[in-house]
RNA sequence: GCAGGGGUUCCCGAGUGGCCAAAGGGAUCAGACUGUAAAUCUGACGCGCAAGCUUCGGUGGUUCGAAUCCACCCCCCUGCACCA
């Protein structure tokens, strides 16, 4: 028999992870009372997660950690129409063969997170394409959406506005999202007496719709719960940066960049963050908090978050290797690395790209950091060039030698006859390797 | 379909014949200060090292000269109408 933890609730709560939830104190007695199966959903609209959807896929796993059973649920079916709540506009539908490559991806991605070895309360993935792929048009009508009100639908604050606003609209396929996503809990009531849905608040509509058709079905008793949408204290998006999406997949977003991501956070915001995405208890990170406060300067924080996170997503492996760029460049000196820490700093992700000696000539400086992606036009270069700003290897780079990228990239500059680590502005580092 | 309004550089938004690569704000980038923060201040912000080149929904025209004027086309919004 699996051990509850019957503090998870009130754990949930005290991070700040609870939302809404359907029943008050209904579910928190349910919680505690018995090992339960719940249920989360992740759409496969890019080729990874990003950390957006960290909160419910690591809200999955604190409820294993509870002694509960999860289900991640990789919506192989939702992912061909697209889910309205809450967008602006139509999005686009991609194609199925690129939804059902996205789906193995997410499988594989989701899988590491969760544990599926721990006997009565093992994890399961699960794709809703398995049980609405071979339904029919007719079947569906009549016994899913003959339970929803079209009124009822209308009504959600989730389309509202684009059943409100003028020229803005809603297609029928994405209107009909709402009935699929509620099948599902229906479904996974029916199949694994699933009986908790969570999700981003975003979902509380489409989860809502699932638990009334879950009663209407088979008359069951479900619950749901929302988490947070994660913001930030200066109203800014969380989880952009100004490379784009923080992804979860290495490939898209190396653990390094992923450490710096963390490591930014701003102090508004770094104590709610180690609650959200950590989980270290709330006492250690009250006391990281006091200590913090006690000591003047540069907190601690963003360091533990930085690292916790690292560790979750990509391992220790992963970690260390971000660990060991952020050590040579922001605090060593280039000068203590050898060659073996500079192919490693390669390897770990460190951005960089290999030139042709012969070929420095054909480019300026500027073009060169602007094609290694350093900046965004030339301009930018300049002005850093200006402002001394920009360095190989330890030396400024006159705003003159803009002309002369050979001379920048000069052999007796070079870090082992090859090597050339190029820095513009404080935080922008490429490793450049000429041959 | 008819009538009216509108499409400007990443976003918002000025600009109605030359002084416009185009006000102002936001975002972004760099510098100072700092903690690889925040706030603040400074600079940059179509592309180009530069000469110069390319922009204001599209095409063509008027003009010495057009984001600005004309014609046609495309798209969006508002109202009205139509819907066998």
């Known amino acids: 028999m699996t051990t509850i933890d019957a503090s998870l609730f009130d754990d949930l709560q005290k991070r700040g992870l609870i939302a809404q939830t359907t029943g008050g104190d209904v579910l928190a007695d349910y919680l505690a009372s018995g090992s339960r199966t719940l249920y989360s959903g992740f759409d496969p609209t890019a080729d990874s997660l990003h950390i957006g959807h960290l909160v419910p896929l690591l809200a999955l796993k604190r409820f294993q950690q509870a002694g509960h059973k999860p289900i991640a649920l990789v919506g192989g079916a939702t992912g061909l129409v697209g889910d309205p709540s809450f967008k602006a506009a139509e999005r686009k539908l991609n194609t199925p063969d690129i939804v059902a490559g996205w789906t193995d991806k997410l499988k594989a991605q989701v899988s590491r997170f969760i544990d599926f070895d721990s006997g009565e309360n093992a994890a399961e993935v699960v794709n809703n394409l398995d049980w609405v792929g071979d339904m029919n ?9 003959k ?26 396929t994405e209107f009909t999202y709402m009935l699929l996503q509620s099948y599902d809990f229906a479904e996974l009531y029916k199949r694994h007496n699933c009986t908790l849905q969570i999700g981003g608040s975003d979902q509380w509509g489409n989860i809502t719709g699932g638990i009334d058709l879950a009663r209407r079905m088979y008359s069951g008793e479900t619950y749901g719960m929302t988490l947070p949408l994660v913001t930030k204290s200066d109203g800014t998006k969380f989880g952009k940066t100004e490379s784009g999406t923080v992804w979860l997949d290495p490939a898209k977003t190396s653990p390094y960049a992923f450490y710096q991501f963390w490591l930014a956070t701003a102090d508004a915001d770094v104590y709610k963050f180690l609650r959200y995405f950590t989980f270290l208890p709330l006492a250690d990170i009250a006391a990281i908090e006091e200590e913090d406060k006690a000591a003047q300067g540069r907190p601690q924080a963003q360091s533990v978050l930085a690292r916790e996170m690292t560790a979750l997503i990509h391992g220790e492996q992963g970690l260390q290797a971000a660990e060991r760029i952020t050590e040579a460049l922001f605090s060593g000196s280039l000068d203590q690395l050898d060659e073996s820490d500079l192919e490693q700093l390669k390897l770990d992700g460190l951005p960089s790209s290999e030139l042709a000696r012969d070929q420095l000539g054909d480019k300026t400086l500027t073009q060169w950091l602007v094609d290694a992606e350093m900046a965004a036009s030339g301009k930018q270069v300049k002005d850093a060039l200006g402002r001394g700003a920009v360095t190989i290897n330890g030396a400024a780079i006159s705003f003159e030698e803009n002309l002369d990228a050979a001379a920048c990239f000069a052999a007796e500059r070079a870090k082992f006859g090859r090597f ?16």
């Not at 048009?137 to 899913?144: H, M």
């Not at 050339?420 to 041959?435: E, I, M, P, S, T």
């Open 147 to 172: 339970h929803f009100s079209v009124n009822n639908m209308i009504n959600k604050e989730s389309v509202k506005q684009r059943i409100d606003r003028e020229g803005a609209g809603i297609s029928f």
């Open 420 to 435: 050339y680590v190029a820095k513009l502005g404080k935080k922008k580092y490429h490793l450049f390797q000429v041959g």
């Open 137 to 145: 048009v007719l079947d569906f009508l009549r016994d899913v959406g």
